[in-house]
């Protein structure tokens, strides 16, 4: 079984300053992760995924994440934020299984001040 | 190309009742999997419809049934609605890659 710990609940940082968001996952197996952001009353959108490979990785709107094995976290970076990256963030793992179901962690809700 | 569509978007029903909520897939993808997200949590999944059959399913309740149809749209049903049934539905399709596609959602609101 897989289980995924945001560590944060909750991230206020100013508008154009760097932000981290923190994930761990727990995982008997390998898996793939993936961060999602979700605005007010919206569905879910993809930011960013680690399959296999270079663990850094790079995804939509100037995010990106670094996969650590050893210490199993999958943590979300952005140099400089915007206003319009408030919204809620959530870290997932999947194991490898074809369409693998998503376990999702309970979210981060990133707060971008001006 | 029309991503995943969820319908309703809204509806309220009452203790005891039975709702369906139907989702349609992004074009080509195969696999619908839906999950419940109460306020303020992350997504929990479901169960999760491939080839017409239910391939995996999570920690929930016998009430909890679907169906996929043979063009891949999906239907969630929930039986005896309780009030803790009060969530968004969120749908999401896969071309059978780890990627997944969420559509907008359904808020079920139990009075």
């Known amino acids: 079984a897989q289980s995924v710990t945001q560590l944060d609940s909750q991230v206020p940082v100013f508008e154009e300053a760097p932000v981290e968001l923190r994930c761990n996952y727990s995982?008997?197996?390998?898996?793939?992760l993936f961060w999602y952001v979700q605005y007010p009353n919206q569905g879910l959108q993809l930011l960013l995924k680690?399959?296999?490979?270079?663990?850094l990785v790079k995804g939509i709107n100037g995010f990106e994440a670094e996969f650590n094995k050893s210490q199993t976290s999958f943590h979300l970076r952005k140099p400089s934020v915007h206003i319009s990256d408030t919204a809620e963030y959530f870290c997932?793992?999947?194991?490898?299984?074809?369409?693998?179901?998503?376990?999702f962690g309970q979210g981060t809700e990133l707060s971008v001040k001006p | 190309d029309a991503g995943v569509t969820q319908s309703p978007t809204h509806l309220i029903k009452t203790r005891g009742q039975q709702v369906t909520l139907r989702c349609s897939p992004k074009?080509?993808?195969?696999?619908v999997s839906w999950y419940q997200q109460a306020l303020g949590q992350g997504p929990q999944f479901i169960f999760q419809?491939?080839?017409?059959?239910?391939?995996q399913r999570g920690n929930f309740p016998d009430r909890f049934s679907g169906h996929q149809f043979p063009n891949y749209s999906s239907e969630l049903n929930v039986n005896a609605l309780l009030l803790g049934d009060s969530a968004l539905y969120l749908c999401?399709?896969?071309?059978?890659?780890?990627?997944?596609?969420f559509g907008q959602g359904t808020r079920l609101t139990v009075v």
């Open positions: 997932a793992v999947s194991d490898k299984v074809r369409g693998g179901k998503l376990i």
């Open positions: 419809y491939y080839e017409e059959e239910e391939r």
């Open positions: 074009s080509g993808h195969d696999t």
């Open positions: 680690y399959l296999s490979g270079s663990t």
């Open positions: 995982s008997s197996v390998s898996v793939y």
């Open positions: 999401a399709s896969s071309p059978g890659t780890a990627e997944a596609f």
